[in-house]
């Protein structure tokens, strides 16, 4: 508790509760996010797993359901990821993919793919990402990859044209021997834009930038030298990637660190400025918790939180959506499925319901602390739901408590229905103890909502409401 730093020290009248305060603003605050996109939380799939999680794993289909129904919409959903730039279109193969590996925890080194990739891919409903290969510099391939993913795709989005070529060396066939720099990188992407642009006879059609973290490889050197080849024209969206933790030496408190969220998701703030400034989207095109498929971490509730907090602070920021990256099945810790529904799915669900119809989403409280709350606005630009944020890293023993004083509640309330999203601890994983959203869970069958929906009831009076949120864990407030 006095790790807090109270934007607004309250002492209510009558109740004598020493808490948290805040003044939910009656229309959306200057300092909210942009108009908000109808599905900002989104899933990359890696290229080469793709067809597997769509042909032999049902609770893709089932959990892809549950996201539609918490925000209204379908989850946009991107494939790619390093398996992309190993990849070659095969048009003679009738088989998705084709690949061999030693052990099914491996990643294919290299593989081939066929129409009916494509055509999977056709099949979502929602919009479409698709990365191609760049680093093997076969670029005939990759056009004729780009014209069959035109024709069968859609609700193709966006077209990638390599994946983090920040990590392509001088040995990669792209780099031709020479070495490989941010120039050299950003004058392979103007080219290739505008060839499988012509080729395809489409503009606004690439995905640019695909680089790993923020470095010497950035979306505002990538955009200037844009500018400089004149094929802004070709962008539809630029894109980062980001995995706030590395699984040698992941840190879960960290992670899920409010102040640190904040922080972390500020470094890009440049990046989606000089998306803006050419009127292109800027995504996280590939995210989670942890590089290398994930670390001890990735699996908990802790990470779920730290997901619903990320989605808040990016979408606030101005990236329009987040693609949380799913690896290889069965040897990946930071998955939403598998064989079960883990626990970073419940807070993926819980962004979704906070945003649902939402047009915008205002931070209430000043980042300073790790106690987090935000306000989400509809078109009429009413209030209609808060969400509490107790970051405090939770384990085991005594459980500290947060109690917040909302006020600015619209006045026809009397009462406020909210749904926890809690668990045993933030170290807690699907299995091992309970995590619950409004009481349930998911089933691991059917991605469905199973157990008694606990929706809490709070008394208003005169615009305000006292809510407790324990360390680690949430609150969506109803309005
Ligand atoms: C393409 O696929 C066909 C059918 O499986 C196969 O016979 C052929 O060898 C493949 N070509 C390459 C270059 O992999
Ligand atoms: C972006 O890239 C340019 C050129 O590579 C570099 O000078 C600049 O420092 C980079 N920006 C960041 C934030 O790293
Ligand atoms: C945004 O504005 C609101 C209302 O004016 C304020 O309470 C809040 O602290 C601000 N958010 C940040 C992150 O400064
Ligand atoms: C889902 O599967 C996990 C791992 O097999 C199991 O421990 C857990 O109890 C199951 N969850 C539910 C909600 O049935």
Redesign the pocket.
């Known amino acids: 508790m006095n790790a807090l730093i109270a934007p607004a020290l309250l002492l209510i009248a009558g109740s004598g509760v020493n808490g948290l305060g805040f003044e939910i603003p009656s229309s959306a605050p200057t300092n909210s996010s942009g108009q908000l996109d109808a599905a900002p939380v989104g899933v990359s799939f890696e290229f080469f797993a793709f067809p597997e999680y769509f042909q032999q794993l049902p609770l893709t289909n089932f959990c892809l359901g549950q996201l539609h129904d918490a925000s209204g919409s379908y989850s946009p959903v991107r494939i790619g990821g390093t398996t992309q730039d190993r990849a070659t279109y095969n048009a003679s193969l009738s088989s998705a993919v084709s690949y061999s590996v030693d052990s099914p925890d491996d990643a294919p080194e290299t593989l081939t793919f066929g129409d009916s990739f494509m055509e999977i891919a056709g099949s979502y409903e929602g919009s479409v990402t698709i990365g191609l290969n760049r680093r093997l510099d076969n670029i005939d391939n990759t056009i004729a990859a780009a014209k069959v993913a035109k024709s069968k795709v859609a609700t193709l989005y966006a077209i990638e044209l390599g994946n983090e070529p920040n990590f392509f060396t001088s040995s990669d066939p792209i780099a031709d021997g020479k070495s490989w720099t941010?120039?050299a990188d950003a004058a392979s992407q103007v080219l290739w834009q505008a060839s499988v642009g012509s080729a395809l006879d489409e503009t606004s059609f690439a995905q640019a930038g695909v680089f790993f973290g923020?470095?010497?490889?950035?979306v505002?050197?990538l955009a200037q030298k844009e500018e400089e080849a004149d094929t802004t024209q070709y962008v539809r969206s630029f894109c980062h990637h980001y995995y706030p933790q590395s699984a040698s030496t992941a840190d879960l408190d960290e992670l899920m660190s409010h102040t640190e969220i904040v922080e972390g998701v500020s470094e890009f703030q440049?990046q989606v400025v000089a998306a803006q400034e050419l009127d292109k989207d800027f995504v996280m095109g590939e995210t989670n918790s942890a590089t290398g498929g994930g670390g001890g971490i990735s699996p908990t509730f802790g990470a779920g939180l730290w997901i619903l907090d990320y989605v808040m602070q990016a979408t606030i920021l101005g990236v329009k959506q987040l693609f949380f990256h799913q690896g290889t099945i069965g040897n990946c810790p930071y998955c939403w499925w598998d064989e079960s529904v883990n626990a970073p799915f419940y807070g993926a669900y819980t962004a979704a319901l906070a945003l649902s119809g939402a047009s915008k989403v205002a931070q209430l409280d000043t980042g300073n602390s790790r106690f987090a709350a935000y306000a989400f606005y509809d078109s009429s630009d009413q209030p209609v739901r808060v969400l509490l944020y107790n970051s405090e890293y939770y384990t085991s023993g005594t459980r500290s408590s947060v109690s917040v004083t909302l006020s600015g509640i619209p006045s026809t309330s009397t009462s406020v229905s909210a749904l926890r999203l809690t668990g045993d601890a933030t170290t807690t994983t699907v299995g091992e103890g309970a995590i619950t959203v409004g009481g349930q869970t998911f089933a691991n069958a059917t991605c469905e909502l199973q157990g008694t929906k606990d929706m809490e009831t709070t008394q208003a009076t005169a615009g305000r409401a006292t809510f407790t949120v324990q360390a680690s864990e949430a609150m969506l407030i109803y309005l």
């Open positions: 941010a120039a923020v470095g010497t490889f950035n505002s050197n440049s």
